[in-house]
């Protein structure tokens, strides 16, 4: 009976668990249902998981930066390209690119505006490009140093 139960177990893949793993008896070793361990993790492509993707806006008095990339916008180049939402353009660009980058992963972007010295001019032609092109991501603001304490400008004083 051993030498036709050394065949049999052989031929029998994988982990067995349960009251027969530990069993020696014959009648254990030599079934062929025996169960086997699945794996939660299928063989193929696993699934897709949700993770949070920052990107960071970074305003400045010429322009913005946009984080990962390090993609120049100039003050130009935000006023010339307002009708075509080019920061909006720029942030689908950015969060595609790391959706292939890995496909197992879904990128959930969501913006942070950093405002330098005297780029608060830079941050709402950027913010306004975003907020009436219905991206729905969610946003935060942080401000870097001093900024100009006049509301209405110097013109008026």
Request: with cysteine; net charge positive; hydrophobic share 40%.
């Amino acid at each position: 009976m051993a030498g036709s139960a050394s065949p049999t177990t052989s031929s029998a893949s994988g982990l067995v668990f349960g009251s027969d793993a530990g069993s020696t008896s014959g009648q254990a070793k030599s079934s062929p249902a025996a169960p086997r361990f699945k794996s939660r993790i299928p063989d193929g492509p696993s699934n897709t998981i949700e993770v949070p993707f920052e990107i960071v806006v970074v305003c400045g008095p010429d322009g913005a930066v946009i984080h990962p990339g390090g993609y120049l916008l100039t003050s130009k180049s935000l006023a010339a390209g307002k009708k075509d939402s080019i920061v909006v353009r720029e942030l689908l660009a950015v969060a595609q690119r790391r959706a292939e980058s890995d496909p197992t992963i879904r990128p959930q972007p969501r913006v942070k505006f950093l405002v330098e010295n005297g780029g608060s001019e830079t941050f709402w032609a950027a913010r306004k490009q975003i907020l009436f092109s219905g991206l729905g991501w969610p946003m935060s603001l942080q401000v870097a140093g001093a900024q100009d304490p006049h509301m209405l400008g110097k013109e008026t004083w």
